[in-house]
């Protein structure tokens, strides 16, 4: 770990967090290991776990994993992915409990994600903490005003996993009359794209794709790989996963089944009393397609989710290069500023 100088421009985000840099990794399923999350908090951005992700895939007891990234991070902040649409009476629950532990433990960021997250909010602030709500348009911005978060994600896109359907510029401009800080979500693969962000006014920055292409992430090499020789053109978005659209990769795998759900899951999708169980058919599909996938190499079948921040990945790097180039870079434009 380098001992990163101390932050010359604080943001709302790095307060709320207690970060050194306005940088998030975002949570990523299957993506997200520990040892991935707990690197990017060491260097001073912020690594955001995913529970399903910790448990399910990485194997480990959820509350020894949120310990063993409290650990790795030096004591440095972590985040939490509470996904919370209310699926089952069962997910609910044990979406209570990871929620629980993570505050027993320590971690005092949570991004949510659909779902109403007012049950969120109302635990973690009597805790101390903050929520950030991930939205992809104004609706759902005042969804989480109305439900008390602090900060929103906003997802445009050229986000990885679900893309949202507006740019950068078109959603800062609707969610900023909301009043709460906004991070930006969505094909920034480079320290330019990063400080450009920030200058459009966004409170700081969340990505993904970037951070897959890491030695501390375990995905498999092809799979990284796949990441650093795509193009932005090379990013499609699939209904085939989950059912709304993901930013894949077009593999073979890919252009051989087509990107949109086939009539009858659309019928489906369509009516109220069906679309839960083709939201749950659809889940456990994605969740057993893409956890075997993870960290093995089978270009012919598998889906390589990413975004469109691919355009400036060039190479698999270290998380400590990765957050020290962007380091430079923020501090640089903020001294030019102030020249
Ligand atoms: C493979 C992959 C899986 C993701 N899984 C999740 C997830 O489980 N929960 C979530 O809130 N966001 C998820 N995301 C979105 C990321 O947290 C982040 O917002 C997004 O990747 C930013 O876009 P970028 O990939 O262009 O940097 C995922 C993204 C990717 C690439």
């Not at 940088?23 to 060491?42: K, R, T």
């Not at 399903?52 to 004591?75: C, I, W």
């Not at 997910?91 to 971690?107: K, N, P, S, T």
């Amino acid at each position: 770990m380098t001992t990163p100088p101390p932050s010359p421009v604080e943001t709302a985000l790095t307060r709320h967090a207690g970060i050194e840099l306005p940088l998030i990794c975002g949570a990523m399923f299957p993506c997200s290991n520990p040892e991935l999350v707990a690197a990017v908090s060491a260097e001073g951005a912020l690594g955001v776990f995913q529970p399903v992700s910790l448990t399910f895939v990485h194997k480990h007891d959820y509350r020894e994993g949120v310990r063993l990234m409290r650990r790795l991070a030096n004591g440095r902040p972590i985040g939490m992915n509470a996904l919370i649409e209310a699926s089952s009476r069962t997910y609910h629950e044990r979406m209570v409990r990871w929620v629980e532990i993570a505050l027993e433990e320590g971690v005092r960021f949570f991004v949510t994600s659909l779902g109403n997250p007012r049950w969120v909010a109302e635990r973690v602030h009597a805790a101390g903490g903050v929520v950030y709500h991930d939205v992809t348009e104004r609706k759902w911005g005042d969804k989480g005003v109305a439900a008390g978060v602090d900060g929103l994600i906003a997802v445009n896109q050229r986000a990885g996993g679900h893309a949202g359907a507006k740019t950068a510029e078109a959603l800062i401009d609707e969610l900023a009359p909301l009043g709460l800080p906004l991070v930006c979500a969505g094909g920034v693969g480079t320290p330019a794209e990063f400080v450009a962000a920030l200058k459009m006014g966004y409170a700081g920055v969340q990505m993904g794709t970037r951070f897959i292409a890491t030695h501390e992430c375990t995905a498999h090499p092809r799979y990284k790989d796949a990441i650093v020789r795509a193009h932005e053109a090379d990013i499609v978005l699939t209904e085939r996963l989950t059912g709304v659209p993901v930013a894949v990769i077009n593999t073979p795998f890919i252009q051989r089944m087509g990107l949109r759900a086939g009539p009858f899951a659309r019928w489906m999708f369509r009516r109220r009393r069906t679309r839960h169980w083709m939201r749950t058919i659809y889940a456990l599909r994605s969740f057993f397609s893409l956890s075997r996938a993870h960290g093995r190499a089978d270009v012919e079948r598998d889906y390589f989710q990413a975004g469109r921040s691919v355009r400036g990945i060039d190479s698999v790097e270290s998380v400590a290069d990765i957050v020290g180039r962007f380091r430079a870079a923020w501090h640089e434009s903020f001294a030019s500023r102030v020249h």
